[in-house]
């Protein structure tokens, strides 16, 4: 096979911290591929500002939360990355998709948690294995998890557990992938201004004022402070680098 751009696969691409991270990759000379759920749109428009770079863009639908969608999309990746990429294969692997149901532990509920669940822990972990025979040796896996597994936040109970658990998790796909020389590693951003939650931390200035106080630089995390560390990671800079949870929260509670 002839030399060509490394290529990264990214779920959740359409908006926020997803978003920046396609950018960023993209911005590092890499071809992407990135799903979205039902923001169909403004997906469109993120391919655009890919080829605005030079680099090649695919969005490609897939529900995260539905493995039993994981079959079909493998397929659709395959025949995408043939007919526009030239290869059946690809580099790097983002875990990028979610959502958070606000609840204090009294009142989470099973439906809450189930759906929580199915996108932050059994959706990234049945993905990864089942696109497992498509990475290329050298290649690398992120998974995103989140400040709330260092320090607890009233509400957040179930999304940070399943976080905690998707850390387990890199540590294992770590020691089990080093041997076809894939990296795996988690980073942990801390409250970022996005959409997430109705825009809670970008639109309540009280709750944004109150996580700035928090945090040693004096401000909530922007989308754009997260995907320049994925994209380092995602490079051959990090190549000595595996198994290693980062956090990206300018130093929230410490």
């Known amino acids: 096979m002839s030399s060509q751009n490394k290529i990264a696969v990214i779920t959740g691409g359409s908006r926020g911290i997803g978003k920046d991270i396609v950018l960023s990759l993209a911005k590092n000379g890499l071809d992407i591929v990135f799903t979205y759920h039902n923001q169909k749109e403004s ?7 890919i080829e605005a770079t030079g680099q ?7 529900d995260i939360s539905n493995s039993s969608l994981f079959d079909g999309f493998s397929k659709t990746l395959i025949a995408k990355l043939q007919s526009e990429l030239n290869t059946d294969r690809f580099d790097f692997l983002i875990n990028n ?5 606000y609840a204090e532990f009294e009142n989470l509920t099973e439906k809450q948690f189930t759906e929580m669940e199915n996108v932050h822990l059994r959706g990234p972990l049945f993905l990864t294995q089942k696109l497992l025979s498509q990475i290329n040796p050298f290649g690398g896996i992120v998974n995103v998890s989140s400040g709330l597994t260092r320090f607890s936040t009233p509400g957040f109970a179930a999304y940070a557990a399943l976080k905690g658990a998707m850390e387990t998790l890199t540590k294992y796909q770590a020691q089990e992938l080093g041997k076809r020389n894939i990296r795996v590693n988690v980073i942990a951003p801390g409250a970022i201004e996005t959409d997430i939650m109705g825009g809670a931390v970008r639109d309540n200035e009280e709750m944004n004022r109150q996580l700035a106080s928090q945090t040693a630089l004096g401000r909530v995390g922007l989308p754009g402070d997260i995907g320049g560390v994925v994209a380092f990671l995602c490079s051959d800079a990090a190549r000595w680098i595996t198994a290693q949870r980062i956090e990206i929260s300018g130093g929230s509670n410490l």
């Open 97 to 101: 998709a979610g959502f958070i149901h």
């Open 43 to 49: 997906a469109e428009e993120v391919v655009k500002q």
């Open 56 to 62: 090649k863009g695919i969005a490609l639908q897939l």
